[in-house]
C-alpha cells in the first residue's frame, strides 16, 4: 500500500463521513427536504449535513486553514484553502439515480495538493497527492491511452446554470458528437474528472462550473498524466469555470474545437 500524505489521510476521513451520511439519506430520498438555490440548482438537508461533517473534521485536524465550500461559502484566512464540494450531483441524488460524490481538495499558497473524490454509492475513493500520482482505492490510475479522437470517448455537461451559455455549448456538442465513439453527460462533474483520471473517459469539457466542482478532480487528472486548462488552453479554469481536460493525445484535439466554436461569435 501506498503511503498517504497526512493531509491526504484526513481528507479521506472528511470524504468518509460525508459518504456515510450520504448513503445513509439515500435510503430515504422521499422524505428529503429541498429547496431551490436558483434555476436548475438544488441543495437538500444532505448537502448541508454532509458539508458540516466535512469541515468538522478538516477544522480538528487543521483549525487554521480557510475553507471554501459549496454551501456555506468562505471562511478564514490562511496558506491553505479547503475547497469543499460535499455531493456533487445533488440533482441525481435527489432522483435516486446513483451517480454523485463527495470532492475535497487543498490549495497552498494558489497550487492544489491534495485531493479526493469519494463515490459512496460504488465505495470509489479517488486520491492524489501533488508529485506522487492518483489512485483509486489502492490501485494507481493513468488516463487513457487511446490516441484517435474518433474512437474517444467524452464527457461533458450541459451548462444548467448560466443557460446562457446554451447556444456556445450546443455547437461544442455537435462538433465532438459527429467527430467521436460517444459523448456522455453523467451529471456530477467531479465524478467525470475522476473517471478522465482513471481511463473510463478520455476527454471532458463544461462551461460555467464552480471551483469545487473542478479543484479536487483536475488534480487528479494532472497526477494521472492528463492535462486540463480552460478554453484558452491556459491555467484560469478554476477562476473562468470553463475547463477541457484528458488524456495528452486527446486534449490535444479536443481543446481546438472547444476554443474555436468558443471564440466563434455568437
Known amino acids: 500500500m501506498h503511503q498517504l500524505h497526512p493531509m491526504l489521510t484526513v481528507a479521506i476521513k472528511a470524504a468518509r463521513r460525508a459518504g456515510t451520511i450520504i448513503n445513509r439519506a439515500s435510503r430515504d430520498i422521499d422524505g428529503l427536504t429541498v429547496t431551490s438555490k436558483r434555476q436548475n440548482d438544488f441543495v437538500t438537508e444532505v448537502d448541508k449535513a454532509a458539508e458540516a461533517a466535512v469541515i468538522d473534521v478538516l477544522a480538528q485536524a487543521y483549525p487554521g486553514h480557510a475553507i471554501l465550500a459549496e454551501e456555506s461559502g468562505a471562511s478564514g484566512k490562511s496558506e491553505y484553502t479547503w475547497i469543499i464540494d460535499p455531493l456533487d450531483g445533488t440533482t441525481n441524488f435527489i432522483h435516486g439515480f446513483p451517480q454523485y460524490a463527495v470532492s475535497i481538495a487543498l490549495r497552498h499558497r494558489g497550487v492544489l ?154
Not at 202 to 215: C, I, K, N, R
Open 113 to 266: 495538493t491534495q485531493a479526493v473524490v469519494f463515490d459512496p454509492t460504488r465505495n470509489e475513493l479517488f486520491t492524489a497527492s501533488r508529485g506522487r500520482g492518483a489512485f483509486l482505492n489502492d490501485r494507481r490510475i493513468r488516463v487513457a491511452k487511446r490516441t484517435r479522437f474518433e474512437e474517444s470517448l467524452i464527457g461533458t455537461g450541459f451548462p444548467f446554470r448560466e443557460l446562457g451559455h446554451l447556444s456556445r455549448y450546443t455547437r461544442m456538442f455537435k462538433v465532438v458528437v459527429a467527430g467521436t465513439a460517444g459523448v456522455r453527460r453523467a451529471g456530477a462533474a467531479a465524478l467525470d474528472l475522476a473517471y478522465v483520471a482513471a481511463g473510463r473517459l478520455d476527454g471532458f469539457w463544461e462551461m460555467g462550473l464552480a471551483p469545487w466542482d473542478m479543484a479536487a478532480g483536475t488534480l487528479l487528472i494532472l497526477e494521472a498524466g492528463g492535462l486540463v486548462s480552460d478554453f484558452d488552453g491556459e491555467e484560469g479554469f478554476l477562476e473562468k469555470g470553463h475547463i477541457v481536460c484528458g488524456s495528452p493525445k486527446i486534449f490535444g484535439q479536443l481543446l481546438p474545437i472547444i476554443s474555436a466554436e468558443h471564440r466563434r461569435p455568437r
